[in-house]
């Protein structure tokens, strides 16, 4: 080949990223079977993102548990750790994202939990768009058993939803069993999805993390004008 | 060139350009099986140079036809315009949007003819003039044109139109009006490169899209000292096929350079000094 066409030099850019919430219900009714399943799922999701190469790159993913009170998990270098909700710290991309074992007590504060989980997803696009980093449209996942237990939740859970009119944000809702899907569905656009019961269906949790995991890949690596194609949903009663 | 051609020459007339091009499908749709949804094209009319690329959604089952068409048509209309009138009389810019504008209504009557819907055919397009020392554009979406000026500096005809995410950008399909093209006109030019979204993370250099000297500086040097087209053309298709690009990008590649400068001609009796 040419030698003045091995001269060329590329330029050195930032990956585009998708910033991604797992807003996960650690209320005291999800102790036990539900949390442990939980629990084996993120490290599933976690094993799955470092496979695919680019998903490992741009997918960056919090943790924003809801038991009691609200908070966000560092999980990476071998340490887990609470952390303030601060979108500056709360994002590990997915090659640095280890999963943490949670551990379930209190009630549900969802509609704080939910109001928290966007104002971090609008903070970390915030810092991308003042490092010029390209990204994609974030992802909220809410994984839940029960009952919004907050006083408000049906305002956060309205304000949720306008942000997903705007095209700001995506909202995966998955009821686990017992979970108000009612109330559920006030959260997003969509309707909530509810997960098979544990004991009909064991590798229900598994097929769930498994779907989350290949549709960030999905996103990770669509150009502009995809239509992203979400793998088939068979972790859900119904059928979307 | 013909001995014709050149009993035409006059000091008067616009200096020679020297073209290559080269278009590869990308390993994702290697992958897909989907093929290559990029399109090019690269005319001389006279002194000038009409060059377009098209980049088909992925999304698109026809984009490929999409992309191929409306490079096919915008060419199409500013061939006919140019050869019947000299450049100098014409606003290039408002001539470019015009073919555009004819290349979308196509696609609609493509559309129309096999019942489906025209998002079935989503492609991006950017047209040039080169005419001379100046070039001019058009653009709807995220193709990337790029100018060398005489003095070597090199400036942005036309950057990628993004919406807010990475994965978004506008379609010739779905424009509702000829604001929605994007016109650029720079003088004193000797270098043009066109190029699909493709290549755009190695050559320009975020945030704003300036292009990167060491991608275009040596790119704009080997288009100079290439010995003829087909070669130039092969060693292009070599580039965008070698490792060190596809560890980069999977998409389709597509670029084409302009320079300002004849080849060197092929030695023929003819031509040897009396």
Redo the contacts between chains.
Sequence with gaps: MSTMLDQMEFADNPEPRCPVVLLLDTSGSMSGKPLQEVNQGLQLLSNDLRQDTLAALRVELAVVTCGGDVSAMRCTQGRTERIPLDAAQAFMTADQFEAPTLTASGDTPLGRASRDALQLLRDRKAIYRSQGVDYFRPWLFIMTDGQPTDRDWETAAEELRAEEQRKGVLVFSVGVEGANLNALSKFGERQPLALKSISSSPGAFREYFSWVSKSLSAIAQSRPGDQIALPPVDWANVQV | MTDTDREVSSPFQSPPWFTVAASAVGT?HVREGTGKQDAVARHPVGGSWIIAVA??????PY?AEGAALAVEAATHALEQLLMTNPTLSIDLEEAIVEAMLEAADRLQGLAAERSEPVSAF?T?LAVCVIDGWRVSSGQV??GFLVAELDDGSLQALAVPQ?G??????Q?LTTISSRDEIETATVEGIRGLAAMT?GLL????????YAP?P??FG??F??AR?ATSEVKGCE??T??LA?P?VRA?T??DLTLVIAVRQAPPAEPSAEELPI
């Design positions: 994702d980049d088909g959604a992925g999304s698109a984009s989503h991006t979406g995220d993004k807010e995410y990475a994965n978004e950008t379609f979204d993370r190695l050559a320009a250099q975020m945030p704003g990167h060491r991608f040596p790119l040097n080997f000292s060693e292009l070599g580039f070698s060190r980069r999977s998409d």
